[in-house]
Every structure is written in C-alpha cells, then in structure tokens.
C-alpha cells in the first residue's frame, strides 16, 4: 500500500521550512507528500503573552485537531511548543536531527549590558533568566513569527531581542548584530523538530521511523520528562538541557521565579544506559529543594 501524506504544518515561514524539510527527506526515501499549511491561535492572537491565553499547545492544538478529523496525516512541530502529553491518538513518529539549541540576543550595540536596558521576548523562562542575570534590566513582551520580532526590535527603542539561534539559522536571517547566550538554559526539545502521526496509521509511522535521530531523541525525551515532572507546560520558566559526549547522558536543568530572583538548578550526569528516568530523578531533586512550593507560587501568579 502506498499513499499521498498530507503533512500538515504552521504556515509561517520558519514553519513551511521545517514542513519542507520533512517533506525532501520523505521523498528522498520513495514517498508522495502533499504539504498542508494551516494558521494556529497562537498565531492568529499577537496581542496577548502566551502564559495569559492558558492553552496548552497552544501553536499544536489546530494541527492537533486536523489530524484526528483525517485532514492530515502527519504534523512537522517545532518540539519545544509541543505539549509534554500528546493528545489521544496521536504519537511521536520522529525526532529530527536536532540543530542548535541556543538562544541568541539580537541587539543595538551591548553597552547597555552593564547600565539599565530593554530587553523584548515573549518567553518567562528567558525573561526570568535575563532578570536573574541583569536585575536593573526591563523585559518586555514580544509576539509574532521571527520576521515580525525582528521588525518590531527594528521599530522599538528596546536594546535587543532573545530569539532562538535555530530558527534564524534555518531560515537564514541570523543578522550579525548577534551574541550567543551560552550562560542561558534552553527551552526543552529547543532546536529540535517533531513529527507526530496518528497512532494507527501504520504506513506514515513506518515512513517516519527512517527519519527519526536516535541521539537527539534521548535528549530531548530526558528534558521533556524534566519539563512534565516539574508540570512546567508552557508557563513555568523552565530550561533543560541534555548533551551526549563520551557515551555519557550529562543534564543540567533549573526552575526560577518570574522574576528572576530565584533560581534552583539541577546538574547530572550518568552512562546512556542508565539515563532512563534522568529528566525525572532530576526534577524531583528540584521539587524537593524548594521547587514544590516555587511552582506553587507562579501557578498562583498566573493563574490570577
């Protein structure tokens, strides 16, 4: 049996990028595909911070909803969106290679660093960092699709901008006006694509299995497992990051405050073999160093 698969994607242009480049290496392996582009809630609602529309999966869910009424067969997703509990039905069919998993500060020239500053993004796990790291500084919210972020840093009298490195890379608009944030954790899964089918579709499961990488698909498993012990969502400011080097799982994770005044870390490292349960033995150290009550008070702020 072999059919067309109608992969459904985001159609922003970082989107349709990674769409196509599921696409090329479907066809690369002998299969038809048809892409799909559909517009998200998140996308259609710039005027509100993620955190206060209370959607999980809230760039997903539209994708989500095309699956299961059979209007696509597959959906190409940027990992880090993609809530930690996949709706029913609906399974991991492919880790891609993962790119950088850094963030980046576009900026205006970084003398402000050391003086008071504006820094824009829409993230509380960068805002919460960035405050952690320059206290003085004022973050502003930033919405929209890399090109929209950009031209608002462009229009505004902000200092610069946090974007992730693998979205400007991939769609080759990284200015030079750029420094790399090593100090700051990254979003889980961050850098990383999913491709997600349904659970009984065999055909375009078999097809994905071929494309699927085996070493950034630990990682991201391992802080995903972090991100859903600590119930992170995409509401807490949360980062993880797993590396493999020498056949070694080494893991480092933290939660903070909102405003950047707290911060609990985590960091471990244990052969592949036992790196299993990592995300979750790790979270739970974090829980029980004061995280519990940490989360409890950002569940409390948000949810205000």
Request: glycine residues 8%; contains cysteine; aromatic residues 4%.
């Amino acid at each position: 049996m072999s059919k067309v698969i109608r992969i459904g994607t985001r159609d922003s242009e970082l989107a349709l990028w990674q769409a196509k480049t599921v696409q090329r290496a479907l066809e690369h392996t002998g299969h038809s595909t048809k892409l799909v582009p559909v517009k998200s809630t998140g996308d259609l609602n710039l005027d509100q911070p993620l955190y206060e529309m209370g959607i999980t999966g809230i760039f997903t869910k539209t994708l989500d909803v095309a699956m299961i009424k059979g209007e696509v067969d597959i959906a190409v997703h940027s990992m880090k969106d993609v809530p930690t509990a996949l709706p029913k039905g609906i399974v991991e069919a492919a880790v891609m290679k993962r790119a950088s998993n850094k963030d980046i500060l576009i900026h205006k020239g970084i003398d402000f660093l050391n003086a008071e500053g504006i820094i824009a993004t829409g993230s509380l796990r960068r805002k919460a960092q960035w405050l952690n790291k320059y206290p003085d500084h004022r973050v502003v919210d930033l919405r929209g699709n890399v090109n929209t972020r950009l031209k608002k840093l462009e229009e505004n009298n902000w200092n610069g901008a946090i974007f992730a490195a693998a979205g400007l890379e991939r769609i080759e608009i990284k200015p030079e006006n750029y420094i790399d944030l090593n100090w700051m954790i990254p979003a889980p899964a961050q850098g990383a694509m999913l491709v997600v089918a349904m659970e009984d579709d065999d055909y375009c499961r078999n097809a994905l299995s071929a494309l699927n990488h085996k070493e950034s698909e630990i990682c991201v498993h391992i802080e995903r497992e972090f991100l859903k012990t600590l119930e992170g969502g995409c509401t807490a400011p949360i980062g993880a990051l797993a590396r493999i080097l020498k056949g070694q799982v080494h893991f480092e994770g933290a939660l903070f405050s909102l405003d950047g005044k707290k911060k609990i870390d985590v960091q471990k490292a244990v052969p592949i073999e036992e790196s299993e349960n990592l995300g979750k033995l790790c979270a739970q150290t974090i829980l029980e160093n004061g995280g519990r009550e940490l989360m409890q008070e950002i569940k409390t702020v948000l949810n205000n």
